[in-house]
């Protein structure tokens, strides 16, 4: 889970961007064991039928998940929880280089939708991946969404994901290496629970 650190971050009650503190409509901090079954709601209720039990299973396995480095799992509260994300490393394949983090699954329940909860969330995660000093942040999402994050196509160029994308549009990446370039694209492995065609 998260660094000391980076907790004390998350519980003082703002998500820093762009030298702004933006207040979010709810807590943020780290996924306990104790959360799974709260957890698992959230996406069931942010996903319709088969979606909602091949993203809440995912949440799940990450968040019991052994990584190094470690999974973040973050989730939103207010009185109960309403939003949860997980962050999981990515490697170069056949290597132990760790490249950065893959943002999966974000899921917030659909009452609070639209209220900044997952936004929040999406920056904290941001926040932390910068923080741990790695190259990049990978989603498999709606460009529309990630777009206003920083997230583009043109930078996820670089990272070959481990399945054939049934959107390939939707792959994108954040890059923390302020402006300089890659290497050639090359094939990314990713955590194990994410090891499955049909979550790509």
């Not at 009452?111 to 910068?130: D, I, T």
Request: charged share 20%.
């Amino acid at each position: 889970m998260d660094s000391m650190a980076t907790q004390q971050i998350l519980n003082q009650g703002g998500v820093q961007r762009r030298g702004v503190v933006d207040r979010p409509p709810v807590r943020i901090r780290s996924a306990t064991i104790g959360d799974l079954f709260a957890i698992h709601e959230v996406h069931q209720s942010a996903f319709d039928g088969a979606e909602g039990d091949l993203t809440s299973d995912l949440a799940i396995r990450l968040l019991t998940e052994t990584a190094s480095p470690a999974v973040v799992s973050l989730v939103a509260e207010e009185d109960d929880l309403v939003g949860h994300v997980a962050f999981s490393p990515i490697r170069r394949a056949g290597t132990r280089e760790v490249e950065g983090y893959l943002l999966a699954p974000l899921g917030v329940k659909r009452a609070f939708q639209g209220k900044g909860v997952g936004a929040a969330l999406v920056e904290a995660g941001l926040q932390h991946v910068a923080r741990l000093g790695l190259r990049v942040l990978l989603v498999y999402g709606d460009p529309a969404y990630y777009g206003r994050f920083g997230f583009s196509q043109e930078r996820a160029a670089s990272f070959i994901p481990p399945y054939k994308l049934r959107y390939p549009f939707g792959w994108q990446a954040h890059t923390f290496d302020r402006g300089k370039s890659f290497v050639r694209p090359h094939l990314i492995e990713c955590s194990p629970s994410l090891e499955d065609p049909a979550l790509w």
